[in-house]
DNA sequence: AATAGATAGTGGCACAATGCCACTTATAAG
DNA sequence: CTTATAAGTGGCATTGTGCCACTATCTATT
């Protein structure tokens, strides 16, 4: 029996990470509609009762209006609502953090039309639209936090990487200076990572390139790094 | 521009976990109403447009309609969400894990009618009704993860604990057995807690009693444990 | 009063993962 | 051939935990 409560809106949004130029970037969409028409958005959209079977569904099918791009790894980080943060009315939002291998971000061709990568730090708060700032800063806790004792920055490299660049993206998602030595040791030890026998191509000395190894997901580490 | 899609149903659901007689137990209610009838069911209810702010707001609000009961600790899970898990439709709960201080635990008085603690033990799976086993799941897993790695067993102990007692609660959230001089050491280190001064009044030797900190929150070890 | 049993609490060393830093190795550029 | 730069290693210090025996304090029993 349902009862004649006025019922929210429901909505999930996805925020896109992925690194350029040693550089956090967010894909964003400019709002074509009001309210807030030609500020940026994170892509997001309602829950289709009729079309998602729950909100991965959701999230997947609303990354797919926008673009092609699949992200290599998504987690869901919080859902927030209030009466206050979208004029329209009382509305929930389900918070995707999404990330993308820069192998598949310097695919540019897949990127849907209205999407853009923004750099993380030269975004402006008031650049976004709703509290889409408030929610871009809870996916950075969440990376942040979640990177400095699990292995999720692994699939913001490229498919192939040396020890080098993998101590780079840690760096970037950790906010902190890594050990090189420190860092090295722990991402092996997980055993989550295998030598492919190629040669970075570019460089002075070549580095070793590796590659997650195959079905490996996320490793938690036994102690939290830096 | 509201589009006129259908609506999914918005609910919250909470968990309240404690311990009794060294075991965890959680609040459960008794459904009056078909669907599931006669099963049981967290604690849980609509988000009221009308009345709540936000969904912290609708999890206090639904909470005090069932018990007085005030959780020491409480977070959010998990929003699940699908088109089979209620008959009903289409809905999504965001589900909040609450737990409650042994000391709150114990007063008996401010637990309302219909309301009840189980031991999370002994409860069947066919006993919840929708998919709140499932729910129950989810929160156990958060609750051992986040065990392994925070201070929040903390909240579940009564207001002043011997650090034996301590180490029990953490092994029973934990699935698993401490050593002694660590788990002390441990806690004592990261000046968490602080000795009261007072006795335990029962048992062989008496042990000195502690309590949080005041004003300290979640903390978080540089390692797992166990 | 003496003793046994139980729980509280400590000392000290081993071990595991990381921090630190100097060192060697490989490659490109000049 | 030399030099600069990045890759990669050796080895010891530090930190937090595991382990286990030991001491301390209280109750119950004889």
Request: charged share 25%; proline share 4%.
């Amino acid at each position: 029996m349902i009862k004649s409560f006025e019922k929210p809106i429901l909505t999930v949004d996805v925020a896109y990470l992925s690194i350029h130029n040693a550089q956090l970037e967010i894909l964003t969409i400019r709002r074509q509609n009001e309210p807030f028409k030609g500020q940026l958005a994170l892509p997001g959209g309602y829950v289709h009762c009729d079309q998602d079977t729950d909100l991965r569904d959701t999230a997947r099918r609303v990354i797919a209006e926008k673009t092609q791009l699949e992200p290599d790894y998504i987690e869901q980080v919080e859902t927030v609502a209030s009466n206050t943060r979208d004029p329209r009315g009382w509305t929930a939002t389900v918070l995707f953090m999404a990330l993308v291998s820069q192998s598949k971000r310097d695919n540019e061709e897949s990127l849907g039309s209205g999407c853009q990568w923004h750099k993380l730090d030269s975004i402006q708060s008031n650049e976004l639209c709703f509290d889409h700032a408030v929610l871009l800063e809870k996916v950075k806790e969440r990376l942040i936090a979640k990177s400095r004792y699990t292995s999720i920055p692994l699939f913001l490299l490229p498919n192939k990487f040396s020890l080098s660049e993998a101590q780079q993206f840690f760096e970037i998602t950790t906010l902190s200076g890594l050990e090189k030595k420190s860092f090295r040791r722990r991402l092996l030890d997980a055993e989550i990572v295998e030598d492919t026998g190629e040669l970075s191509k570019t460089g002075r000395r070549k580095a070793s390139l590796y590659q997650i190894k195959p079905g490996v997901g996320v490793h938690f580490f036994p102690r939290m790094i830096g």
